[in-house]
C-alpha cells in the first residue's frame, strides 16, 4: 500500500497536485478516498483553468498545468487538501502494483529524462549519495 501525507508530502507542489488530480481519475479500487469525492477533487481543479465543467470521459480528465501560474497551482493544493480534511483524511492510501512498461522512451526524449532524475532522484539514489559521502 502506497501512501501520501497530504500536509507534508515531502514533493514539489506541481508534483503533489498532478499525483493526486491523477489519483482522482485513475479509477482505482483501493484507495481511502471514495469515487465521489475523487471525482469532486478533480472537478473543483479543473474549474479553476477552464470555462466549462470538466469531461466525463476518462480519456480528457487530464490537468494541463504548462501553461499557469503558481497561484493557480497553490490553489489547487489548497482545494485538493481542505477537500480531504474535511473528508477527515490527513494521508492518502492506495494500492496499485507497478504498470509495465508498454512504450519506450523516444531517443530524443532521453537527455530531458535524464534531467529530470538528476533534479528528482529516487529515494533509493539519494540514500546511496549520502552512505557514500559518510
Same mark, same amino acid.
Given at each position: 500500500m #502506497? !501512501?501520501?501525507d497530504i500536509d507534508r508530502p515531502e514533493m514539489p507542489e506541481l508534483q503533489f497536485v498532478?499525483?493526486?488530480?491523477?489519483?482522482?481519475?485513475? &479509477?482505482?479500487?483501493r484507495c481511502n478516498v471514495t469515487e465521489q469525492l475523487r471525482n469532486e477533487i478533480f472537478d473543483r481543479c479543473w474549474i479553476l483553468i477552464h470555462e466549462g465543467s470538466a469531461?466525463?470521459?476518462?480519456?480528457?480528465?487530464?490537468?494541463? $498545468?504548462?501553461? %499557469?501560474?503558481?497561484? !493557480?497551482?497553490?490553489?489547487? &493544493?489548497? =482545494? =485538493?487538501?481542505?477537500? $480531504?480534511?474535511?473528508a477527515g483524511i490527513r !494521508?492518502?492510501? %492506495?494500492e496499485h502494483a507497478p504498470s509495465v512498461t508498454i512504450r519506450t522512451s523516444t531517443p530524443a526524449s532521453l537527455p530531458l529524462i535524464e534531467?529530470? #532524475?538528476q533534479?528528482?532522484?529516487t529515494p533509493s539514489e539519494l540514500a546511496n549519495k549520502r552512505s557514500m559521502t559518510l
Amino acid at each position: 500500500m #502506497q !501512501t501520501l501525507d497530504i500536509d507534508r508530502p515531502e514533493m514539489p507542489e506541481l508534483q503533489f497536485v498532478l499525483l493526486v488530480t491523477a489519483l482522482c481519475t485513475s &479509477g482505482l479500487v483501493r484507495c481511502n478516498v471514495t469515487e465521489q469525492l475523487r471525482n469532486e477533487i478533480f472537478d473543483r481543479c479543473w474549474i479553476l483553468i477552464h470555462e466549462g465543467s470538466a469531461p466525463d470521459t476518462v480519456e480528457e480528465r487530464v490537468l494541463d $498545468l504548462r501553461s %499557469w501560474t503558481e497561484v !493557480t497551482l497553490d490553489a489547487m &493544493g489548497e =482545494i =485538493i487538501r481542505s477537500m $480531504l480534511r474535511d473528508a477527515g483524511i490527513r !494521508t492518502l492510501a %492506495w494500492e496499485h502494483a507497478p504498470s509495465v512498461t508498454i512504450r519506450t522512451s523516444t531517443p530524443a526524449s532521453l537527455p530531458l529524462i535524464e534531467r529530470f #532524475q538528476q533534479l528528482y532522484p529516487t529515494p533509493s539514489e539519494l540514500a546511496n549519495k549520502r552512505s557514500m559521502t559518510l
